[in-house]
């Protein structure tokens, strides 16, 4: 009874021919042979995947001191302009400040002498009025250096300020009061007290003027009066 059973449990058995040994060992081959390629192209991709990642991290820190130092060249850049517009601006204070000194470094020496002007011109008027040789022949040496000084004025650049009979002007005449006048239209300079100068563009001293004015109906009575008084005593 049991030989039975095992021959039925078992069944057919059969024995395999060497054609299909050797089929199935070259099948174990080829798998095997494939997962050898595989395994071997993964070992392969494994180094170029680490070159490729060194190469980003290199290429990424190239670049970033390539920005720091575009930056820096930038830098140095506006700083090299702005050192240039300052030595720029000094040049140019510079050659301003030697044109102003050559143009008005006299000035001082200038205001000195225009008051000494003014006392030769003064002497020059009251000596006009005493008539003797004496007085003329030191009027004559007053009025030689009277003119030599203003010959030297002009050579410097200073010269008087045009002013009677002018219209007043504020920027360059000094108004000490104001007379009626008849012959000459309002505003107008009757009288020069102080003369004025200029040396090149700048104020030396402004001219000290007496200004005239409309005259009023009892000026202008007086004035008729006045005339009228003089053709009877002629």
Do not use: C, W
Not at 66 to 91: G, S, V, Y
């Amino acid at each position: 009874m049991d030989d039975e059973n095992d021959s039925q449990t078992d069944g057919p058995k059969i024995e395999a021919s060497a054609e299909m040994e050797e089929a199935l060992r070259e099948a174990t081959e080829s798998v095997e042979s494939r997962d050898r390629d595989a395994a071997a192209a993964d070992d392969a991709a494994s180094p170029d995947k680490l070159t490729i990642e060194l190469l980003s991290a290199e290429l990424q820190e190239l670049k970033s001191l390539h920005e720091e130092e575009l930056k820096a060249a930038e830098a140095q850049t506006d700083k090299f302009l702005r050192l240039q517009a300052e030595f720029e601006n000094f040049r140019n204070r510079s050659l301003k400040e030697k044109q102003e000194s050559f143009k008005f470094g006299h000035q001082n020496l200038v205001k000195d002498l225009v008051s000494a002007v003014d006392n030769l011109e003064r002497a020059l008027e009251h000596g006009a009025q005493d008539v003797s040789n004496e007085v003329r022949g030191i009027l004559a040496g007053v009025e030689l250096v009277h003119r030599e000084i203003l010959a030297a004025f002009a050579k410097h650049g200073v010269r008087e300020i045009e002013a009677e009979g002018q219209i007043f002007d504020p920027s360059v005449h000094e108004a000490m009061g104001q007379l009626p006048s008849g012959d000459l239209p309002a505003n107008s300079i009757l009288q020069v007290l102080q003369k004025g100068y200029v040396i090149h563009d700048r104020m030396l001293r402004p001219a000290r003027v007496m200004v005239a004015r409309e005259a009023d109906a009892s000026e202008a009575g007086a004035g008729a009066v006045d005339e009228s008084a003089d053709d009877e005593s002629a």
